[in-house]
């Protein structure tokens, strides 16, 4: 699991300048006219931790294989978007996600599956 990063407010306004630029890039159909966004976006670890804010939180995410909750008492601790969660399959057949740390000491509570 990776620790969420910091962004100072100046590089957050400069990645932000960047994400709208819409003339940096064009979505184009036709691959001779189309351009691709600023090669930062892919390496600057900045970018993830806007990503992740902007995007991969605010949307349904892959958590685990159903297959791994078919059964009542079956649960899978893993890690959405930086998150720990235990999802769980309860005895009256309801999926339910958690956060997968203790209120009290902030420890682990499930892991594996």
Known sequence: MMSP????????????QEMTMETRFTLDPQIATASTPPASWYTDSSMLVLERERIF??????????????????????DVVGTPVVLMRGQDNV????HNVCRHRGGVVARGC
């Open 95 to 98: 999926l339910r996600a958690f």
């Open 5 to 16: 990063k910091i962004i100072s407010p100046l590089s957050r306004l400069k990645l932000e």
């Open 57 to 78: 939180r605010r949307t349904w995410q892959y958590a685990a294989p159903l297959e791994l909750l078919r059964f009542p008492g079956n649960y899978a601790a893993v």
